[in-house]
């Protein structure tokens, strides 16, 4: 079970520090990797990079030895509640520029807040400057990834792409929406319409889909509140991420539950799955526009998704 970020002690945090530092040393050895070949300057920088990684976990681990001593517990980025879930960059070939500047700035952004919050929660003079020092060196990142965009990337492209704010602003707002959206849309699409078939009846399934909707908002919201307290990541305070995600879920399944009040059956599944097609197309409209996934791969796994769930309300309710 993860643990919350202000309940780590002094060891735990710098043992933590640790842990990031390699994996961070080991993100830009795949960037090296995958960059070589059409960008061999990039390759080089972020090779820099990494050897940069490198002397700060060696600065880390002496300075826990100093304090703690030898052994250093294992304590990764997914035993603590707050860190971005990263994207494989090992899985990503031919590796692109754009993903890597992106990837580089939300993480040396996470990275940095780490290193303010943790400064904040040491009291030991000499953890505290070490910290003070390694967030620096994560802003000097950060600023070495944006004057790669601008040696790399042209300006009709740059005019494209988002700053860093707005891809935080996707991991506040877009992707809990999003996530309550498709549970909501498709989750509910079974009780519904298995009411609506088994009853020949349009209020019983309204009930059925306004009770299936309801509850999976706030069940959404409570897990997307509970995941991750948005401390270290910038996600936003969980609440309010929680409050948008279980929003999103009950709009999801009232969507196409509002035709059923219809009182002529034909009229309302009709309606009902009309509201089910422009729900579908929704959600793939925003992953492809927000969540980089290429519109036939979205189209085909939310459709694939939904008439999955939707065959099998209509099978059960007519069994």
């Not at 990834?145 to 700053?163: F, H, N, S, W």
């Not at 519904?192 to 909707?213: C, E, R």
Request: hydrophobic content about 45%; some cysteine.
């Amino acid at each position: 079970m993860a643990k919350n970020f202000k309940d780590l002690t002094e060891r735990e945090i710098v043992a933590l520090a640790i842990s990031l530092e390699e994996e961070d040393g080991r993100i830009y050895g795949d960037f090296v990797d995958g960059l070589r070949e059409t960008y061999p300057a990039s390759a080089k920088m972020f090779q820099e990079m990494q050897a940069e990684e490198s002397e700060h976990r060696s600065s880390l681990i002496e300075l826990y030895r100093q304090r703690f001593g030898e052994h250093i517990p294992l304590i990764r980025r997914q035993d603590v509640k707050g860190f971005v879930q990263r994207m494989p960059m090992w899985l990503v070939r031919p590796l692109g520029i754009h993903t890597v500047r992106r990837q580089v700035e939300i993480m040396e952004l996470e990275t940095r807040r780490f290193y303010e919050r943790a400064m904040q929660q040491v009291s030991d003079a000499a953890v505290r400057k070490l910290l003070g020092d390694l967030a620096e060196a994560e802003r000097k990142h950060s600023a070495a990834a944006q004057d790669l965009e601008r040696k790399i990337l042209t300006d009709e492209a740059r005019q494209g792409e988002d700053v860093t704010e707005r891809r935080l602003f996707v991991l506040q707002i877009v992707q809990p929406g999003l996530a309550g959206l498709m549970d909501g849309s498709v989750s509910t699409l079974a009780p519904v319409f298995a009411s609506a078939v088994a009853t020949q009846n349009p209020w019983d399934a309204f009930l059925v889909g306004m009770a299936a909707s309801i509850g999976a908002g706030i069940s959404m919201g409570f897990a997307e509140a509970l995941s991750d307290d948005g401390s270290l990541t910038g996600r936003g305070h969980p609440w309010i991420r929680g409050l948008v995600c279980g929003l999103m879920t009950t709009l999801g399944g009232i969507g196409h539950t509002l035709p059923f009040l219809i009182g002529n059956f034909k009229a309302a599944m009709t309606a009902a799955i009309a509201v089910v097609l422009v729900e579908l197309a929704a959600i793939t409209w925003i992953r492809a526009k927000y969540m980089d996934t290429p519109i036939w791969s979205a189209a085909l796994q939310v459709g694939f998704g939904g008439a999955l769930v939707f065959a099998t309300g209509i099978f059960i309710g007519g069994s």
